[in-house]
């Protein structure tokens, strides 16, 4: 038992979203199972995400997050990716609805989670794979679109010989068509011993009435189906499974390509995404941990405890003055000063504590200029102040008519001269 605990502490975590389905009027959240085998084969730990209201805004306490697998479920909200229906009528928005009644139903809590991962993803280089949905997710996110369906959009426009049938419910696991894998891309090496000499055709599955329109910039293709639809995609400046590098979408399911009443894949490359994927995510948690690796916490006594906490403290007084750009409370100053007589002490600072303080975005160095600087001023204001108490009504009477000209004159030249600036960049 002992041992078992370690392991789910060592390994990797990969996390899915769950898809929401209605079995006896309740809703029921699910993942295939096939998703599941094969992260758990490779040596991952599947967490899985519930599809539930509000989780969207609590994917931080999903933390540590290693990889992420999206995978099948309904179509993405179209507003997410095309301001307009694509030129469908109204009349052929209905018949898709009805043709595809168990996709169309648009989740947006599933959108807003899976957008937020993949954007995470995107963000911090974790290891990403998309299936099917998971893949359309993935070009949306990164600024692509999609066709809102392929028979209305795409297939009807095509010569007879060029149209492809991507969803038949009526053999819904059997069916396959073809794809064209492109050469020296990941599925290439994947399927290179199972294609013809000549060739670079496969057959895959198909359950899908939406696919990529426009692929986003960064992916490149690596399989089109005969009509043109693109079948995978990857970004080859994110794909190096050795150093925790994976992001890549397929659009087919290659963990459902089995045989006939056998659990055999059609072939053998097929959980070889699954495999590299893994991969990725077990060698970016090797580098998370090196990277967020701390020594032992020093233990203080209680005197040098305190002197920290009052260091701390004035520290983040320091940050507040200069990024909310308040006035500094005089009973606050003597705290502002313990940091700065901190730093004065301590000159000779390491690069990562120098670092550190401008992250932090103000040293208190500068916080004690800033009191110094106040200090003048109010001085300035003082002596201001006692000046015109001795003049005359019609001494600050002529004073204030000559300020209020000097500023119109201000005005009207700062006017010239920002126009001035904006004909010059028009130029």
Known sequence: MAFNNDLSVILPRVLIVSRRSVRKNKFVDFVGEYHLDLIVTYGAVPVIVPRVNGVHMLLDSFEPIHGVLLCEGEDIDPSLYEPETSGLSPEEIEEIRRLHASDTAVDKEKDSIELR????????????????????????????????????????????????????????????????????????????????????????????????????????????????????????DAYNPEEGKFIMGLQFHPERMRRSDSEEFDYPGCPSAYQEFVKAVLAYQKKLNISTALPKTLMLNKEMENKRKIIVRSFSLAKNLYTAGIEMNPTKQSELEAGAEFLESNTALSVQQENRL??????????????????????????????????????????????????????????????????????
């Open 117 to 236: 991962l993949a954007k995470l993803c995107l963000e911090r280089n974790i290891p990403y794979m998309g299936i099917c949905r998971g893949s359309q997710v993935l070009n949306v996110a990164c600024g692509g679109t999609l066709y809102q369906d392929i028979g209305k959009e795409l297939t009807r426009k095509l010569p007879e010989d060029q149209r492809v049938v991507h969803m038949d419910y009526d053999n819904y696991d059997g069916h396959r068509h073809f794809v064209k894998v492109v050469e020296n891309t990941p599925l290439h090496c994947w399927f290179k011993d199972s294609l013809e000499v000549g060739k670079m055709d496969i057959l895959v599955n198909s359950y899908h009435h939406q696919g990529v329109k426009r692929l986003a910039q960064r992916f490149v293709p690596m399989a089109f189906a005969p009509d043109g639809l693109i079948e995978g995609f990857y970004d080859p």
């Open 358 to 427: 401008k992250q932090m975005g103000a040293t208190v160095r500068n916080g004690s200029r800033y009191i110094e600087k106040l200090k003048l001023n109010e001085e300035r204001d003082r002596l201001a102040r006692n000046v015109m108490g001795k003049m005359s009504v019609e001494q600050l009477s002529d004073l204030m008519s000559f300020y209020h000209m000097m500023g119109q004159i201000c005005s009207e030249v700062l006017e010239r001269k920002l126009n001035g600036i904006v004909n010059d960049n028009a130029c």
